[in-house]
């Protein structure tokens, strides 16, 4: 052992074969907690009989969890990532892994797990539970979390991060609306307790004691709400040491900085926890978060807008970030796409907006979507680590496959599904693999998601940081929720495709519990692609939106039978 070095265990065991003969040889790999422990695992499973259970109980787990979903579409591509792969990779990877070849960390990163856990609501959602109930006992009793800690102690790192306590609350509201476990708001965790943070200190790594201090779930996230209503000069949320890009944690450090990006998803959680106070009955809650959210859509529109999108950011000092006036940085994607995520931009300046992510950081050229352009240089522009990567690379400029991710769903709820499926496809890394020289170029595994593809020449095209990415569970979510349409809402499924003209048809098999669903959708050409017809085991579901139309929902009941639903679109 030591720095450096590469250690490694190796196990040989000899053996002959004679002509036509097979031997079967179990290799045993484990840990125990003594001596007489080692030895009831190595005689359960050393044996070629408690080998081949053992191996057939994964088999089984991975294909239950696996196959919760299976989709056929007219897209091979697609039906290989919806239909494994992906959840395989959230699930193994970034959930209980916590470590890839790009990072062998293994510690929990709040805002990472629980986006993660919230792909998962469909195949696993105790695991979705267990998240929000974990990370919850991260949380300081100000309201602030932990960034990332270490199990089993809890050791890791306090920060000015601004996002991280939000995705608490909006984790909770995604949980608690597509399953219908308000139990969850009541659960009681403890808080955190340490030292806070000077105002001049980005971050310190400690091992915080519990506190003696209790609360509900619900509790916990009002309080991580409210800790995200401090507002700076233009009336928008502090930015801190970082949003959720990691690497601008310069451009808030002291204090003053604005977010626009965490405008849009404050606004987009007040707005939503509003609705999960009512179900929690607590009215005077609900209309705080609704007047707030009013004030702060209203602030962005004032403030954030610069002619034909909307600015990243604003530093310390005032300048600007995003913006046209910049040498650098003129547009990020993230401000643009969240204006429509959070349904909170104006209607005519989110399709300007888009329409200039298109223009500016979509390269079909090189099949790709920028995070932001031009990329940090030789400005005097300073946003923070970001910067230190070579233009073009990773968030300065490359592709963030996390937000393209964002950028392809806001152009599919814009209804905009010629560009959403054609973002899809470039998306998609099966397409990067599928020639010899689109493999030399991609150079990762084209069946994982990675975090990053290069824009720079001579790298341009190459994929970087497969397997640990939480692109993983949000291309998840693009492909079954946003493109296909399957929407858990409380006990029923909700069908709403955006799916292209020339698909004739499609097909899920959903098993709700142990209840399986086979639904057929007949898809017609026209625009917005609505429900117009659903039948459920041969009868027809009326069932109508607030506007008139066919809202797409059938109710999902656990009765162990098999049940058949066919939709018409536009018919």
Known sequence: ???????????????????????????????????????????????????????????????????????????????????????????????????????????????????????????????????????????????????????????????????????????????????????????????????????????????????????????????????????????????????????????GQDGKGESVWLAWFLYDNLQQFAQLAITFSDAEFADKCQQQAEILRHNIEENAWDGEWYQRAWFDDGTPLGSASNDECQIDSISQSWSVLSKGGELNRTIQAMSSVDKRLVRRDAQLIQLLDPPFDKSDLEPGYIKGYVPGVRENGGQYTHAAIWTTMAFAAMGDKKRAWEFYGMLNPVNHGDTAEAIARYKVEPYVMCADIYGVVPHTGRGGWTWYTGAAGWMYRLTVETLLGLNLEDGHLRIAPCVPDDWPSFKVHYRYHETLYHITINCHAGQPQQVTKLLLDDVEINSASEAGAHNGKFPLINDQQVHHVVIELNS
């Open 1 to 251: 052992t030591g720095a450096g070095l590469d250690p490694c265990a190796a196990i040989q065991s000899k053996f002959e074969l004679a002509a036509g003969q097979t031997r079967e040889v179990v290799f045993v790999v484990g840990s125990a907690t003594s001596v007489h422990e080692a030895n009831q695992l190595i005689h359960q499973y050393g044996g070629p009989v408690g080998a081949k259970q053992a191996l057939e109980s994964v088999w089984e787990f991975w294909n239950h969890t696996l196959g919760t979903i299976n989709v056929d579409t007219p897209d091979p591509a697609l039906n290989v990532l919806a239909n494994g792969w992906l959840v395989y990779q959230t699930i193994s990877c970034r959930l209980w892994g916590r470590s890839g070849y790009y990072q062998s960390g293994g510690a929990f990163g709040f805002r990472d797990q629980l986006q993660d856990t919230m792909a998962l609501i469909h195949a696993t959602p105790w695991l979705a539970r267990e998240q929000i109930l974990l990370c919850a006992g991260r949380q300081f009793v100000k309201g602030d979390v932990q960034h990332w800690w270490h199990p089993p102690n809890g050791q890791g790192v306090r920060t000015h991060f601004s996002d991280d306590y939000l995705w608490l609350p909006y984790a909770t509201c995604r949980y608690v609306m597509t399953t219908g476990d308000t139990g969850i708001l009541d659960e009681q965790i403890h808080f955190l307790e340490g030292r806070e943070l000077s105002a001049d200190e980005e971050a310190y790594y400690d091992q915080p004691q519990r506190s003696t201090e209790i609360a509900s779930v619900y509790e916990h996230c009002v309080r991580a709400l409210k800790h995200g209503l401090r507002f700076g000069a233009h009336q928008l949320p502090l930015m801190g040491c970082g949003d959720w890009n990691d690497g601008m944690n310069l451009v």
